[in-house]
């Protein structure tokens, strides 16, 4: 004992030593981070000059983004090709004409306008005949302005994250060593009272053997204390009484157990995509039944394809939060499909996007979304829960018998406008006048209902 | 009167075997082994306590470790670009063409899993016969070959190409033939391919040659009209119908055809308006047409021709040498049909099964006297449906042999196994340098050839039929070819160098140079509907211009009556044996016999007794050529000196299923004045062998119960309800069960027993649409087949023109046992109002919806099998194994590709439950959610049940009894419905309607 104790002593001094220079140098390391993110900071801010078209660049911006964004990019070629430097290359007429009326230049037989309607598969760029002489220059000169920005921004933002990513790393290797040397020294200290105590109690032992009486009386304290227990052992009832009370919790948390048996309320599965529900149909609120195109006609709601994906993402790119490259989420699709971004094409090589299935009703049962979506007009929430909400989807509802049942007693058939309920509801009102209408009134509760 | 006849099922049933008193008992065939576990060494064995103590431990062990599993992680891949057609879980309907007749083919996710008629098809209306729905199983057929073959190794099809331009080209340089051996082609464009590949390599031959030939018909109507052409039956045109041995509602020519005209004679709406076709049936089989006959006489082989020059006499009023027929009953058949076919002139038809030229030329003497040219049958719009000249084959034997023919192609045909010369054809074959096949497996042809290049199965294949003069179809595929194929016009394409290889630009170019140019109807809208139909053509009178040659026919006859007379038919699955390889066909039950599994020697037990041959004794059937071992089976009805075999069976290079299924018998077929005779003289032994056959009859009882009602047609007419048991007013009821409500739907069917040949089309369609396991023919011994629905199958004597009413009167009466009368009967779940099924389940599994249908819950049903004891149809099937995930069924369903035919709409059931007929409730929830959807009231007509739509005879009726203007509920209202065992008061939903039989004047 003695010979470990002197042992953890003796290797406390270094190893308290090492964690001092430790912190100084996570410190040092800070300290010199600081300067290159200053510098950045004032180098974004000096180039803004430049001679653009005479124009209003910010009453630009909101006309660019209403009328042009959804086709062009500043620095990035989308539908159409990327923007800046445009002032360069035409003449403000010549752009004037073209946006204006770019079929009637294409027509005239202006070399440029035909090349560039060539180069873009002949899709052709809807006129602007609304847009007056003024917008077009305040468009451009937007343009102008942030044609200039963007490389610029783009470069000193990418040093700056390059720099701070490489003493991200080396600060958090530090930070984390330092962490393990504070733990160890903690744990020393710990161990080092421990064989303190120890050692203490061992001279006290050697001391008790003269105090023996004083033991016998403390152990005659202990037996008076168990007394009653004993006592109450011995009596029937009671010991007859609480174990039925066991038996009953416990036997009521087995119960309660069994029936959540294969219960998967909650499952979050890691999927193929970080897809992001609270972003699509939250933030984005795209309507649910534009991707589950099936929900209203099949009994299947299905996962969509990825062309439907590709209605947006063939420019949605999430660009601007990942520094100008394409979000790499958003690149698995352009994978799975061999689409390339820069070229526009699809290639052969695709390969299917496995997702992992969340919501898995066993195969005995029937379950038809059009059921419940189209004719019954339930919202999808009523089931999958605040899927507007989720970063992640996760199963809502636990899918159990009980659950359907419920739901079917509780609901009331949405019978109004729907011929077919006319002459079902009629008979049914025949015989049980005033009721409510569920499912279950009409025989939703019926195994072969579900069960076939 | 009503009818008291007796019922059986079974000669099983007549005797009273004790075996069968003793499986009457009992619902399953073997009863479970309790007594057995409990005396034997089951409980009073004595388990070591180690023993015990370590199947405890392991027990436990086992039962953690299976605990631990977590829920399997389930991908859900969509489309990467979904075609716009498809969503999942909604099935897609293609128009498309199975022999010559219209159909839809209904998909899923790209996959076809069901075929149904095309209700628009104008031959068959809609219905399909039981090879057509079973059609889609062959799609998924793993025993078809995965890609092209060159002397049985796997070969790319670029060198499949080069190796067959170059044997092609050398067979041409060497001034040889290059002959394609194919069935009949009525394809516009393969024969617009074929003229193709001719243009390139002239030495082409094309021969047509059919298993089943029926070029007698061909050369009799040539000789007897000047037109080489098979012609247009209309049994519906016809009042009275005779028959020679033609099983033209089984396997004749064109059998969906000819049932729905039959029964379009016979159903309610013709009996509503008193009137009745009379059908007399002459044959030495007991087919499935002589079964429906109203008046059947068994006469040998030998005498069909000596009965048909007495018709002839008859009604020529002539007299004709050889018309002499030694047996009585017969003769005064003949005579009396002579009178109603002159009373009926005009809508008279006298039909032959027979191959050979004179009898057909009698056959068309006697229509002609008749008046049936023009009106029954139709000379100007014939049939195209077969056209093969035996002929053509036997010369094209004699070139091979002379090594004259330099390349050979076989195109849907098998001559190595049914043709009867396949011996000599074998041999022949060697001569020639190049064989290709395009057959899907290496079947007995096929495994000859140098080349076998796989063509499509006609699912995943562009294409076109012509069945009927003006009658043309489309074929589309519905399915990505599944293995690595190509189709055989494609091939012939390749071969012939032909620009644009795209088949379905050759289609449509050849479809748009003469049939849409002449209709002047675009190829989309035709490409929907699949059809064209031109208006009839009308012709002339035909005048017979042959000769009845009474001598050929007596010779021909008389060569016959030699030793035991064998009659080769085709089995109404099976066929031809083309699709013998497929499961749901083979466990079919054979309308009559109910044999599954196998072909058999089929002899009439009087006749049997006499050769000393017991039931199911092993047999061996020779001629100084060929033999054949095969069990016997009892077959009442059958002539006494005949023996009748199905071909189609004894396949050995079909696949997993059909290999080794019965005995091949084509080599009996013989040949006379170059036609082929499905008739021989043999010599039968017994073997000493016993093979117990697959039947299905046999396994269930109605102990004497009234279950099958009859009248006559005579009296029918005097009072509509005769015989149905319907006097007015009903007896009073009391019930112990409370009443339930129907206040939406009432589902309920009405099955006409008059419309509903036997045919069991209905049996296959459930199959499919179900996902009913094919379960062996072992299985199948053990009682434990598992067709929800079955077509009960009831014998009567029937002596003298009189019936046996009373038990006694059996014994005696059993006469020959050729005189029996069969009806029909489909059973499948009666949907009882008062189920007794649902009173004994202790676990509630089976219990009554509020829309009329007894519902089966699979997952909560235990197998205590109380509700089959239970139910007096005997219509609840056990799963005695997993047919679905089972090794020993992997031929049969259970494989990956023939998995892809289920039906996703409903489960496969597991080991160890119930099923039964479920009202192919996946329809109607399917059909209801239609209506609901498109906010409307469900029309009649929205839901039909699977077995309905295959009916080609309409003879199931399904709908809502609710709806009083339901054309089932007007069916059920009809005085001849009746319920099977009303009087225990269970009130099923199935009604049936009274078997009429038109006895004739003479008769009634």
Known sequence: MRNFSSHFRSLLKPLALAGIIAISAVNFSFGQEAAPADSSATASTAPSAGGGPAGDAAAGEALFKSNCGACHAIDKRVLGPALAGINQKQSNEWLHKWIKNSQGLIASGDKDAVAIFEEFNKMAMPAFPQLSDADIDNILAYVEEAGAKKPEAATAAGGATAAAEDTGVSSFMIIGLVAVVLIAFLVIVVLNRVIGTLERLLVTKEAEQNVYVEDEEAEAEEKDRFRVVKQLAKNKKFVFFVVLALLITLGSFGYMDMWNTGVQTGYQPVQPIKFSHQLHAGTNQIDCQYCHSGAWKSKNATIPSLNICMNCHKYVQATDKYNGEISPEIQKIYTALDYNPETQKYGNNTRPIEWVRIHNLPDLAYFNHSQHVSVAGIECQKCHGPIQEMEEVYQYSPLTMKWCINCHKETEVNSKGNAYYDKVIAAHDSIKKGEKVTAAVLGGLECGKCHY | ?1004
Not at chain 2, 153 to 177: I, N, P
Not at chain 2, 194 to 214: G, L
Not at chain 2, 858 to 866: A, D, E, F, I, L
Not at chain 2, 935 to 947: Q, T
Request: glycine share 8%.
């Open chain 2, 1 to 1004: 009167m009503e009818s008291t006849k007796k019922y059986w099922k079974g000669l099983e049933e007549v005797n009273n075997t004790p075996e069968f008193a003793e499986h009457a008992k009992n619902e399953f065939a073997e009863p479970i082994p309790v007594d057995e576990l409990l005396q034997g060494s089951g409980l009073n064995s004595v388990a070591p306590r180690r023993d015990f103590l370590k199947a405890m431990g392991f027990g436990l062990g086992a039962v953690s470790l299976a605990a631990c599993n977590v829920a399997p992680v389930q991908k859900s891949i969509p489309y990467l670009v979904k075609p716009e057609e498809v969503t999942p879980g909604v099935p897609n309907y293609y128009a498309s063409s199975y022999k010559g007749g219209a159909i839809i083919v209904k998909t899923r996710e790209g996959r076809p899993i069901k075929i149904e008629g095309n209700p628009a098809c104008p031959i068959n209306r809609g219905g399909t016969d039981s090879q057509a729905q079973a059609s889609v199983l062959d799609l998924y057929d793993n025993s078809k070959l995965k890609g092209p073959l060159k002397g049985g190794a796997e070969y790319s099809w670029d060198d499949v190409d080069t190796y067959v331009k170059r044997g092609l080209a050398k067979a041409q340089a060497a001034g040889k033939t290059i002959a394609l051996v194919s069935s009949t082609i009525n394809s516009p464009s393969t024969k617009a391919v074929i003229a193709e590949f001719s243009t390139q390599y002239p030495a082409t031959k094309h021969v047509t040659y059919d298993a089943i030939s029926y070029s007698g018909i061909i050369k009799a109507n040539e000789q007897s009209f000047g037109k080489a052409v098979l012609p247009q039956y209309r049994f519906d045109k016809a009042n009275v119908i005779v028959s020679f041995g033609a099983d033209f509602l089984g396997s004749w020519i064109s059998p969906t055809q000819f049932s729905t005209q039959y029964a379009s004679n016979r159903n309610i709406a013709s009996l509503n308006n008193k009137k009745m076709s009379r059908h007399i049936q002459f044959e030495s089989g007991l087919s499935l047409t002589g079964s429906n006959a109203d008046s059947r006489v068994a006469i040998k082989l030998s005498e069909e021709g000596p009965a048909l020059l007495s018709l002839y006499a008859e009604v020529s009023g002539a007299s004709v040498s050889g018309a002499s027929l030694n047996n009585q009953p017969a003769n005064a058949a003949i005579k009396l049909a002579a009178k109603e076919l002159l009373a009926a002139k005009g809508a008279a038809l006298v039909v032959s099964g027979s191959n050979s030229v004179a009898v057909q030329t009698t056959v068309n003497a006697i229509n002609s006297l008749l008046g049936s040219y023009g009106n029954t049958i139709d000379l100007d719009n014939p049939s195209y449906q077969y056209a093969g000249k035996d002929e053509d084959f036997t010369l094209l034997l004699t070139d091979m042999n002379a090594g004259r023919v330099g390349a050979v192609m076989f195109l849907d045909a098998n001559p190595a196994y049914s043709h009867p010369l396949a011996k000599e054809f074998t041999e022949a074959l060697k001569k020639v340098d190049l064989s290709i096949s395009f057959a899907d497996r290496p079947d007995e042809t096929a495994s000859l050839c140098k080349v076998i290049a796989p063509n499509h199965h006609y699912l995943e294949a562009w294409g076109d039929e012509n069945a009927l003069e003006g009658y043309y179809t489309l074929v589309q595929p519905t399915i990505n070819p599944i293995f690595n194929t190509r189709q055989a016009e494609v091939s012939l394409l390749t071969w012939a160098n032909y620009p644009n290889q795209d088949y379905y630009a050759f289609v449509r170019s050849n479809w748009e140079k003469t049939v849409l140019a002449a209709t002047g109807k675009k190829w989309d809208d035709v490409l929907q509907s699949g059809i064209i139909s031109l208006p009839a053509k009308t012709g002339g009178a035909y005048a017979f211009t042959g000769s009845v040659d009474a001598g050929t026919v007596a010779k021909e006859s008389a060569a016959l009556a030699k030793d035991i007379e064998l009659h080769i038919y085709q089995s109404v699955s099976i066929g031809s044996g083309a699709q013998a390889n497929n499961p749901l066909l083979q466990e079919v039950p054979d309308p009559v016999s109910k044999v599954t599994w196998d072909n058999y020697a089929a002899i009439n037990p009087k006749f049997a007794e006499s050769l000393g041959l017991k039931q199911f004794d092993v047999v061996a059937i020779k001629t100084d050529k060929y033999s054949v071992e095969l069990p016997v089976l009892h077959q009442p009805g059958q002539a006494q000196g005949t023996i009748s075999v199905a071909v189609g069976y004894g396949r050995t290079k079909s696949g997993k299923v059909g290999d080794g299924v019965g005995k091949n018998v084509y080599p009996f077929i013989t040949y006379t004045q170059g036609n082929a005779h499905f008739a021989n003289t043999v010599t039968v032994s017994n073997t000493g062998g016993y093979e117990e056959l697959a039947q299905t009859q046999t396994h269930h009882t109605i102990e004497g119960r009234n279950v099958i009602r009859e009248t006559t047609f005579a009296d029918y007419k005097k009072d509509p309800a005769h015989g149905s048991g319907n006097h007015g007013e009903k007896h009073p009821t009391y019930d112990l069960w409370n009443k339930y409500d129907q206040p939406g739907h009432n589902w309920v069917m009405a099955i006409d027993l008059n419309a509903c040949t036997g045919c069991g089309a209905c049996i296959v369609a459930c199959n499919v649409e179900n996902n009913v396991p094919v379960v062996g023919k072992d299985e199948v011994r053990r009682r434990r087949e598992m067709h929800w629905l079955r077509i009960d199958r009831y014998y009567t004597f029937n002596e003298e023109g009189k019936a046996i009413t009373e038990e006694h009167e059996l014994e005696g009466t059993k006469g020959n046992m050729e005189n029996v009368s069969v009806v029909h009967q489909p059973m499948l779940c009666q949907h009882c109002e008062h189920a007794p099924c649902e009173t004994v389940c202790p676990v509630l599994a089976t219990v009554h919806s509020t829309e009329g249908l007894n519902h089966m819950a699979y997952n909560r049903c235990v197998g205590t099998r109380y509700c089959a004891n239970n139910c007096p149809y005997k219509v609840r099937r056990f799963n005695w194994f997993n047919y679905w995930n089972d090794s020993r069924f992997d031929n049969y369903l259970n494989n990956e590709f023939t998995q892809l035919v289920l039906n996703p709409d409903v489960t496969t059931r597991f080991r160890g439950v119930m099923e039964k007929c479920s009202m192919c409730i996946q329809r109607i929830q399917a059909g209801k959610l239609e209506a609901k959807m498109e906010k409307r009231a469900l029309v009649d007509g929205d839901i039909k049940m699977a077995c309905q739509q295959a009916c080609a005879s309409n003879a199931i009726i399904f709908g809502d009894a609710n709806d009083p203007n339901s054309e089932v509920s007007k069916a059920l209202k009809n005085e001849r419905t009746y319920y099977v065992l009303e009087e225990l008061n269970v009130q099923p939903g199935v009604g049936y309607m009274t078997k009429v039989t038109n006895t004739g004047s003479q008769e009634a």
